[in-house]
C-alpha cells in the first residue's frame, strides 16, 4: 500500500508547524484566536503543498461549516460541524462570533493541533525524566482520642 500524498503532506506540516500561542485574554483566561491559529499554520500548510478552506452548506433547518484539508494532488479531507448559534441582543454580531469561534475550533481539530503546547523540536523525548527533588515531610501529630483514664474525673 502506499502512502497517500496528503498523509505525507500532512506529516511534514506537523514536523514543521511551531506552538500556537494562546495570545488573547477572555473572561475564562487565556485563549489562541482565529488569528493566532491562522498566522501559526499558514507558512508550514503552504510549505507543505496543504491548503484549508472553510465554507458554509445550508441544510433544512440549520446550516453547516465546512472544513476541508487540501493537496496539491487533488486529495481533500472534509469535516462538518452544524453552526451553532445563540439567540442574542444582536442576531449579526452573535451568528460572526458563532463563525469565528468555530472556525478556530474545526481548524484544530481537522489538523490535529492544540494551542499552548510548546514545541520543542522532540528535545523532551531525548532527555531521561529528572527525579523530582521532594521536599522534607514534615512529621504529621496525629491526634489520638483521650482513653478512658486520661477523660475521667478523680474522685472527690
Known sequence: ??????TAALAKFHKAVGTIHKGSRAQYGNFASLADVLS??????????LAVTQTFIPTEGY???R????HTSGE????DVPLITVNGRNALHDWGGAVTYQ???????ALN??????????DSADKAPA???APAAKPQTVKKPPTPTQTSKPAA
Open 67 to 70: 472544513t476541508t484539508l487540501r
Open 131 to 133: 527525579a523530582a527533588a
Open 63 to 65: 446550516t453547516l461549516l
Open 76 to 79: 481533500t479531507v472534509d469535516s
Open 40 to 49: 501559526a499554520i499558514a507558512t508550514p500548510l503552504a510549505d507543505a503543498g
Open 113 to 122: 493541533l492544540a494551542a499552548g503546547i510548546e514545541d520543542d523540536d522532540g
Open 103 to 109: 472556525r478556530r475550533f474545526s481548524l484544530l481539530a
Open 1 to 6: 500500500m502506499t502512502e497517500s500524498p496528503l
